[in-house]
């Protein structure tokens, strides 16, 4: 059975500009997270979709923001991209409401932005 | 307002012998907690978790221990082996409450032959 999978592996883009990350969750799992980790830190929440809807975000501006589609994948959209948003970008999915006792990750997304 | 952490960036243990991460957390809330293990270019992996009606959890070479008291969990490996080789995070999340897991900074373990 396919794990969570995140396209593309590694992304790199000025400032300024829009990234978009994308996550497939493991087959019958509805639940997606989004997690960044930057450099010398744990990793930081950052949203929660559920069966379609935003569900949950983190301290994080605006312009981070995401959706699921019907077949449960999802996509983190970062707008006007600053160089302190280069991280890796890591994507969760668990069956609904199960993230706090078990959550499987994908391999993560490494945005660089320069 | 770091909830969870992890104050030993690395650690460094010979092969065969006991590996201890510790972590302590702060919100009183918190009653369930998780260790991931993560490899570089990889997503974590979770490895062993305990509910805050127990404080020991043991799945083989990997025991978790929970002191509610000092708000402190470690993860005990023994033998250590170098595959073992990882940066391991420990998390911890309140089961009833907004589905996130709050995550410490990660301790790198590195097991020498």
């Known amino acids: 059975e396919a794990g969570v999978t995140q396209s593309p592996t590694h992304l790199i883009k000025t400032r300024g500009q829009q990234a978009t990350l994308r996550c497939s969750p493991i087959?019958?799992?509805?639940?997606v997270y989004w997690y960044q980790q930057a450099l010398g830190l744990g990793l930081q929440f950052l949203l929660w979709?559920?069966?379609?809807?935003?569900?949950n975000r983190g301290n994080f501006p605006p312009r981070f923001s995401g959706r699921q589609f019907p077949n449960y994948s999802s996509e983190l959209n970062v707008n006007a991209l600053e160089l302190e948003d280069s991280a890796l970008y890591l994507c969760?999915?668990?069956?609904?409401?199960?993230?706090?006792?078990?959550?499987?990750f994908g391999q993560g997304t490494r945005l660089t932005v320069v | 307002d770091q909830q969870v952490k992890q104050n030993s960036p690395s650690l460094s243990v010979q092969e065969g012998r006991i590996s201890i991460l510790n972590c302590d957390y702060t919100?009183?809330?918190?009653?369930?907690f998780l260790w991931y293990k993560k490899y570089p270019a990889e997503g974590p992996t979770f490895l062993i978790s305990?509910?805050?009606?127990?404080d020991k959890n043991e799945d083989g070479r990997f025991t978790v221990f929970l002191n509610k008291s000092a708000k402190h969990l470690s993860l005990h490996i023994v033998p250590s082996q170098p595959g073992d080789s990882a940066v391991y995070f420990c998390?911890?999340?309140?089961?009833?409450?907004?589905?996130?897991?709050?995550f410490g900074q990660g301790t790198r373990l590195t097991i020498n032959p």
């Open positions: 969760a999915s668990s069956f609904h409401t199960q993230m706090n006792t078990e959550a499987f």
């Open positions: 087959s019958g799992h509805t639940s």
């Open positions: 979709y559920d069966e379609g809807e935003e569900r």
């Open positions: 919100n009183s809330m918190f009653d369930y």
């Open positions: 305990i509910s805050s009606i127990k």
């Open positions: 998390a911890a999340s309140i089961i009833q409450g907004a589905q996130k897991l709050v």
